[in-house]
Nanobody
Framework: QVQLVESGGGLVQPGGSLRLSCAASGFIFVGWFRQAPGKARENVAC????????IYSDAVEGRFTISSDRANNIVYLDMNDLKPEDTARYHCAVPHPMAACGSWQFGQWGKGTQVTVSA
């Protein structure tokens, strides 16, 4: 299995920012997902392998940015203007090898990092 390690979560006030990191052995075009207690997994962001463009869910569009450091095998999720409804455990995941990121076909998850947005 691919090792995926997320980090950077924590407690932040509404309107604040956090940077999440997903580190792997070798560069992987991981996508980001989140899941709150009692709710289904939600798509967050992914990178297109063809042109390096990004796709975001409607809930985070304009506030979150996905980027990468290929040399260090890291994919970042920069989160700005955080809202209480962003509270969730955030996971990165390995894409299906035949799928474009916008199809949201991802498999293996990392263990995740908790983001809590609260005053």
């Amino acid at each position: 299995q691919v090792q995926l390690v997320e980090s950077g979560g924590g407690l932040v006030q509404p309107g604040g920012s956090l940077r999440l990191s997903c580190a792997a052995s070798g560069f992987i075009f991981v996508g980001w997902f989140r899941q709150a207690p009692g709710k289904a997994r939600e798509n967050v962001a992914c990178m297109s392998r063809g042109d390096n463009s990004a796709i975001y869910s409607d809930a985070v569009e304009g506030r979150f940015t996905i980027s990468s450091d290929r040399a260090n095998n890291i994919v970042y999720l920069d989160m700005n203007d955080l809202k209480p409804e962003d509270t969730a455990r955030y996971h990165c995941a390995v894409p299906h090898p035949m799928a474009a990121c916008g199809s949201w076909q991802f498999g293996q998850w990392g263990k995740g990092t908790q983001v809590t947005v609260s005053a």
